[in-house]
């Protein structure tokens, strides 16, 4: 076949005209295309040109948009009558119901319409592009176009070829995103593409850790945002996309990827999406919407303690830079050295919990607090205790990180604290998608950056903390659980031995 997206009067139909068909027909139109809508249910098309068009609207209300230009975008957007008025599309983009069965019936009935050198990109989210053209008489002409919610506003798009693509296919769908002012990036055919697939460690670890007691939901969405910079918290995300939503995704990518471990899905989050605890749409998720916003109880009661004048830090990463800032302030850091004469002895694990740093250093447990200094980009400590740290102990060094300046969260032993560990998840997880080649590295970290809305990219991430360091903290992870989760992948390993960046290539 002969592909050419590129045409200045093409004609594109998208099919479906629910919360993403309306979204992209909208995109496509603004780009000066002229967009055709079809929808199988009545008055869908006409209820998604009404969003639309009041949409725009309020874009012009605010000057970003002129009310002439507003006119030609809405003359460009019109309805199709029957799937019959396809056939004049050079690329129809579906967005209907995320049902196999469903988009393989579709496609079919089109192509019985469509030129033969016209281009079908479905939306799914979940399903295998190839899968879906499998049913087509021409697979070569079956692509992916993955959007975001909402389409108007989400600049990126995963663009995926299906193993029976046209080998023309991908470029042209690179060129088209561009051409309607997208940020394409390149995926194969793989479940939840980078995207989805990148998304399965923030929230699944971040239920680990509630589920073993270490921190409550707003402790570790507080760390999240003021101490490792990210936007949003990972419960405050299960809730505003929905918890049904996210255990869905996380079901269907460990069962598509046969049951991997790293990617298990959460038995507590079940509980909560059987009993409607959905999250903002329903009134109550990890956070009541339905009253006042309520404060929940800390995990752990720290009593207050004046600040000490002495401590004693164990000689390992990040021990330098906290005797300086607590230097800073006023109190006398001894780093290494025998730590009897001090009534705090601070360690500063990488994926270990307190209890094991205590007892490998020889440490009294009763007088030993860790502190996270890799998960801290921004402020706020963690501070975790061992179930026989002293409560004098645990309050003095509360105090004397309060005595910098900076806000402190308490939270109960861990392997790798709360940020440390989830941050080493998502490095993991991002150089498994590249090691499997779903993307190129440089791709991983844009469509997480655009696709997640997190500070950086996983990969870039990994350079951040360091690749030896993320190492370190996975392997001691694996080590204290025997979990077969936080195994390193082969890509991280050895990029962490050559010392070089996690986007190196082979
Ligand atoms: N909602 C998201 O966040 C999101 C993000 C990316 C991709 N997607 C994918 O986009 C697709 C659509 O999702 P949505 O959220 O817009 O769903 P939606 O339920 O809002 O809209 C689907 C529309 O398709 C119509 N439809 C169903 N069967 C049809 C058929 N055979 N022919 C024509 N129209 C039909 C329905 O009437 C409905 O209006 C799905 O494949 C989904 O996985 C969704």
Partial sequence: MTINLDRPDMIVAVIGAGAMGRGIAQVCAQA?????????????VAEAIAVVDKG???????????ADDKASVMQRLRPMASLADAASAGLVIEAIVEDLAVKRELFRALEKHLGADAVIATNTSS??????????????????????NPPPVMKLVEVIGGLRSDPA????????????????????????????????????????IVAQGIASPREVDILMKEAAGFRMGPFELFDLIGADITHAVMESIFARYYDEPMYQPSAQLAVRVAGGLLGRKTGRGFYDYADAPKTSAPTILVAPRPKPASVWIADEDGAAELAALLNAAGIQATVGGAPS??????????????TGAALRLKLDPARTVAVDMVGRFKGRYTVMKNPLTAPDALGATVAALAATGAPVTAINDSIGFVVQRLLAMIV???????????????????????????????????DLLGPARVLAVLDHMQAATHDPKYRATAWLRRRAALGVSLRTPD
């Fill in 32 to 44: 000066g295309l002229q967009t055709l809508l079809f929808d199988a249910r009545d008055g869908a």
């Fill in 56 to 66: 725009l609207d309020g874009q012009v209300a605010k000057g970003r948009m002129s």
């Fill in 341 to 354: 004469a001090h009534a705090v002895n601070i360690v500063t694990p990488l994926g270990e919990d307190c």
């Fill in 428 to 462: 993991n997880v991002g150089s498994r998608i590249a090691e499997l080649r779903v993307a190129a590295p440089a791709d991983i970290d844009t469509a997480v950056e655009l696709g997640l809305n997190y500070p950086r990219g996983p990969l870039a991430l990994g």
């Fill in 127 to 148: 399903l295998s592009v190839t899968e879906i053209a499998a049913g087509c008489e021409r697979p070569a002409r079956v692509g992916g176009l993955h959007f975001f």
């Fill in 169 to 208: 296919l991908v470029d042209a769908l690179v060129a088209f995103a561009l051409r309607i002012g997208k940020q394409p990036i390149v995926a194969t055919d793989t479940p939840g593409f980078v995207v989805n697939h990148a998304g399965r460690a923030y929230g699944p670890e971040a239920l680990r």
